[in-house]
């Protein structure tokens, strides 16, 4: 299995977006949590403060958001093992005949249905 990470230099790192749930506490407080990521959560009295804790949480901890492409492992197809299984028997022609006659058999009696 192959793993590719992709990184940012620290000059060119893109912006960070995240969707935010903002809640009323019944103590009163607004918490916003960032949907997705339980453990970055902010408190406060107003939706603002709320938001400026979650920003502070965030620059403080230093999240890093990569992009992992992950080659999915060369598999045979399943069928592969039967390729070729009959090439050498002596029967092999005889049925191939047989099913070509059952076909031109089941394409005559729908052309004339």
């Known amino acids: 299995m192959n793993l590719t ?8 790192v893109p912006k960070l977006t995240y969707d935010v749930l903002i809640e009323n ?6 918490s916003a949590t960032v949907i997705g990521l339980p453990n970055f959560k902010g408190f406060g ?3 603002e403060e709320a938001i400026e804790k979650l920003i502070q949480l965030l620059q403080e901890r230093k999240p890093e958001i990569v992009t992992l492409e992950i080659e999915r492992p060369q598999t045979e197809h399943p069928w592969m ?7 050498y028997n ?4 005889e049925v191939l005949e047989y099913i070509e006659a059952e076909r031109s058999q089941i394409d005559l009696q729908n052309e004339t249905k």
């Open 45 to 47: 009295v107003t939706k």
């Open 25 to 30: 506490q019944q103590d009163g407080e607004v």
């Open 90 to 93: 002596p029967l092999f022609a």
């Open 81 to 87: 093992k039967f390729t070729g299984m009959h090439k």
């Open 5 to 12: 990470v992709k990184t940012y230099p620290n000059n060119s």
